[in-house]
Antibody, heavy 121, light 106 residues
Framework: QVRLVESGGGVVQPGRSLRLSCAAS????????MHWVRQAPGKGLEWVSL????????YYGDSVRGRFTISRDNSKNTVYLQMSSLKPEDTAIYFC??????????????WGQGTLVTVSS | DIQMTQSPSTLSASVGDRVTITCRAS??????LAWYQHKPGRAPKLLIY???SLESGVPSRFSGSGSGTEFTLIISSLQPDDFATYYC????????FGQGTKLEIK
């Protein structure tokens, strides 16, 4: 059974940093790209970042590019999101998701339950 | 960037109703279109991919259609478990989601 479990969320002050983790199990982790998606309170889903299966290619949404860094450790079946220079508008539930196939042109399936990040002084 | 526009934003319906949600892309997305169901506190769930392919395990009352820039999600006969928020998403060049359609009980 494929499972994704996010962790690392919490309350952080504006301008500070936070690292999220997503532990994967139930599938061959090192052949799939992995995404981060977020949902701000009362808002819809926003794609944040993608990392390729081997970690060599990384892509970011406009609102986080230059502040967030995605990475992965295939020996630990874990993907990370390092968030820096956090702003109140980064407050959201952060989900990780697996690419449904080995291609970048693939939907997201499955998703984790999410971890809440609150940026507030 | 490709923008995705869903309508309506909110939809009130009853069990047994047929409902249609529309999604429009700002440019052609070559049928790289998915639909997700999301309930509060839960992981979003993939329903439809490549505009019209039903994900394994998803009930057949869900269907998708469309091509190019216009797409629809149809639920043929609403069940109590279907009241949720639905999102379309393109995955043609990078990714973006529609703003969501909240399906409420009438």
């Amino acid at each position: 059974q494929v499972r994704l479990v996010e962790s690392g969320g919490g309350v952080v002050q504006p301008g500070r940093s936070l690292r999220l983790s997503c532990a994967a199990s139930g599938f061959t982790f090192n052949i799939y790209g992995m995404h981060w998606v977020r949902q701000a309170p009362g808002k819809g889903l926003e794609w944040v970042s993608l990392i390729s299966y081997d970690g060599l290619n990384k892509y970011y949404g406009d609102s986080v590019r230059g502040r967030f860094t995605i990475s992965r450790d295939n020996s630990k079946n874990t993907v990370y999101l390092q968030m820096s220079s956090l702003k109140p508008e980064d407050t959201a539930i952060y989900f990780c998701a697996k690419t449904r196939s080995g291609s970048y042109r693939a939907p997201f399936d499955p998703w984790g339950q999410g971890t809440l990040v609150t940026v507030s002084s | 960037d490709i923008q995705m526009t869903q309508s309506p934003s909110t939809l009130s319906a009853s069990v047994g109703d047929r409902v249609t949600i529309t999604c429009r892309a700002s440019q052609s997305i070559n049928n790289y279109l998915a639909w997700y169901q999301h309930k509060p506190g839960r992981a979003p769930k993939l329903l439809i991919y490549e505009a019209s392919s039903l994900e394994s395990g998803v009930p057949s009352r869900f269907s998708g259609s469309g091509s190019g820039t216009e797409f629809t999600l149809i639920i043929s006969s609403l069940q109590p478990d279907d009241f949720a928020t639905y999102y379309c998403q393109h995955y043609n060049t990078l990714y973006s989601f529609g703003q969501g359609t909240k399906l409420e009980i009438k």
